[in-house]
């Protein structure tokens, strides 16, 4: 019935592409092709990776002599910035691949040798490269991970991460502004505690896995701190029926067919069901969470360079009452101390529940971070209300 309408079938792509395929009244189709931009992304971190402990599978001693050579030094900090490079940018043109390719069912197939690839052949590779487990545990890890990939496609999770992506993404040049505003005082507080030793030495009592449990710790509170006033938001703009100030956004969309000067009449106001509330908090939430994240990034990088520069090896050892010892993150060696590393991570993730509560609740920030997400909900929120007036009515 509704399949063959391609304005539907255009107007349901735009709730998609905004992160808010639960407004959508179809379920989503093609799966296989859908999820092999989250696969590629995965298996590209594998490839470098792996290449990096190849590069890097020998003792401290030889590592800290081969990073003198300023050749192998650039080479191997080249392959670190492609773990954080190369895997989006291959998922982004395998995603605008899939996007023209998506209506098309002989493209199915294609995903399903992808996938396959990926959960049966990969970890044959990595076992005789020498880089990955048992093959038999890594197939079932892959499997897993592709199977919960598509159980989150199948209930719209790609595009809602794909947008808040996006956005975070537009919205990094404005973190030159937060930082120009907001950091001089943040950093009086941080740098301040960077150069104290209790922090060194209770930084470095701690294992990496403790660390990540602290850094998760501050990252649960900034969730919980986020939801509380989102959920403010989203009740708000379910308990307003929805405005025409939203139709001029509406123009150059796939509803500028329905906009008039009104808002379409002969459909009630139709609440938000409980799946879309929390659609559109998952949206919010993961739009703010992704622009902590990048700025937790950024700060962890200026500490690590800034340590790495000001803190000698000798005043390490005085802080922290030991020998430095060569760095590792996620198992590959970097060639920072690993002290360093440790009050790095907490100084970022401390940074990032700062950002969090800076953005969400000082009205200088939030005009420039939060307010748009709510337009957008809002203008969403329009849209739907055209889309059940139009399509529901008919079914």
Not at 60 to 69: H, P, S, W
Not at 143 to 160: E, F, N
Not at 228 to 234: G, H, T, V, Y
Not at 375 to 381: C, I, P, Q, Y
Request: contains cysteine.
């Amino acid at each position: 019935m509704h399949v063959e309408d391609p304005q539907r079938r255009a107007a349901e792509q735009w709730f998609r592409r905004r992160g808010l395929p639960t407004m959508v009244r179809n379920r989503p189709t093609q799966l296989l092709l859908r999820i092999i931009p989250a696969v590629v992304f995965l298996a590209t971190i594998d490839v470098v990776t792996d290449i990096l402990l190849l590069v890097d599978g020998q003792t401290d001693a030889e590592f800290e002599q081969m990073m003198e050579n300023d050749l192998y030094a650039a080479a191997y900090l080249g392959l670190l910035l492609s773990v954080v490079v190369l895997p989006p940018i291959t998922a982004w043109l395998t995603m605008r691949w899939v996007r023209k390719r998506t209506g098309t069912s002989k493209y199915n197939v294609f995903g399903g040798i992808v996938v396959a690839l990926y959960v049966l052949a990969w970890p044959v590779i990595e076992h005789l490269a020498g880089t990955g487990q048992a093959i038999l545990p890594n197939l079932l890890i892959n499997g897993c991970v592709v199977a919960l990939i598509y159980s989150a496609a199948s209930v719209g999770g790609g595009s809602i991460a794909g947008w808040a992506v996006r956005s975070a993404l537009r919205q990094v040049r404005l973190l030159g502004t937060f930082t120009s505003r907001a950091l001089p005082l943040l950093l009086l507080f941080t740098i301040f505690g960077f150069f104290t030793a209790e922090i060194w030495q209770a930084g470095t009592a701690l294992t990496r896995a403790q660390m990540w449990m602290v850094a998760g710790f501050f990252a649960v509170l900034s969730v919980l701190f986020m939801a509380a006033n989102l959920s403010d938001e989203i009740r708000e703009l379910n308990t307003v029926r929805p405005s025409p100030h939203g139709l001029e956004k509406l123009r150059d969309s796939p509803f500028h067919p329905f906009v008039g000067d009104h808002l379409p009449t002969g459909e009630p106001h139709v609440p938000l069901r409980p799946v879309e509330r929390a659609n559109m908090m998952l949206v919010l939430l993961l739009t703010q969470a992704f622009q902590a994240l990048v700025f937790a990034v950024l700060m962890f990088a200026f500490f690590v360079s800034f340590g790495s520069l000001a803190v000698r090896p000798q005043v390490m050892k005085a802080w922290s009452a030991h020998d430095p010892s060569t760095g590792t993150l996620f198992g590959i060696q970097i060639p920072v101390p690993n002290e360093l590393l440790q009050v790095s991570i907490f100084l970022a993730a401390f940074s990032a529940l700062y950002f969090v509560a800076s953005t969400t609740s000082d009205a200088r920030y939030r005009q420039s971070y939060f307010d748009p997400l709510v337009d957008h909900m809002a203008v969403s929120l329009t849209a739907r209300h055209i889309y059940l007036t139009r399509w529901r009515a008919r079914e």
